[in-house]
């Protein structure tokens, strides 16, 4: 397994699927996944996506900037960090957010989140 | 084990150490912790402490501001996502930054840090 692979790919995959189709994001997660979006906590696929398609905004579009990952040890997950900005709504301004997801392996070459914690830096 | 617990005293401690005694942080990590620091990467506790004690400032000061935890699978590691400022020698402005750690256990109560992710976000 290739983690900087793993991660590039899982990251484009991730920002282009938020920004485009927010519902499809569900099969990523799993029933022991959980989320901490600015704070609040989410476990299991339903109340995850439950989450993210009732922000309330139509339109986002997430500007990737930094992506580091290292494998996260025995499991074969692996560890992605991304910071970055993004704009939410209309006409809104750029905001920076910084993210982490643990990718667990389920099958050669497939993973799904177990851990995404999210945090806007507010500037 | 409380994940809430063991970020809260982890991320005090890291951050009063680094702070204080830059070296001391060596103790945290092992033979096969890794640090990405700004892109770079690092393995093993020598060649982590060796980047950590040899940053171009002495004195440096970091603000949390967020603290975000998850129990980071059925390894009992702990997965720390930290936001905040920090200011780095005598009279610079402040700069946010974000970092994450996943901490493993050696012991009841114990932990190290396996993975370190470090990036500045500039505003």
């Known amino acids: 397994m290739d983690p900087d692979g793993v991660a590039k790919a899982f990251v484009e ?3 282009r699927t938020f920004d485009s189709n927010r519902a499809g994001l569900v099969g990523l997660y799993q029933e022991g996944s959980m989320l ?4 609040e906590k989410f476990m299991g696929a ?3 996506s439950a989450k993210l398609t ?3 905004f139509d339109k986002c579009l997430h500007k990737v900037v930094t992506v580091d990952c290292q494998p ?3 499991t ?3 560890l992605v960090f991304v910071s970055g900005s993004l704009q939410a709504g209309e006409g809104e301004h ?3 957010f910084s993210q982490m997801f643990h990718l667990m392996p389920v099958g050669p070459g497939n993973f799904y989140v177990q851990n995404d914690m999210f945090r ?3 500037g």
Chains 1, 2 share one sequence.
């Open 54 to 56: 009732s922000l309330p």
């Open 46 to 48: 339903a109340a995850i």
């Open 13 to 15: 995959h991730y920002y």
């Open 94 to 96: 750029q905001i920076k």
């Open 36 to 39: 901490s979006f600015e704070g």
């Open 72 to 74: 996260a040890g025995p």
């Open 76 to 78: 074969g997950g692996v």
């Open 120 to 122: 806007l830096n507010y």
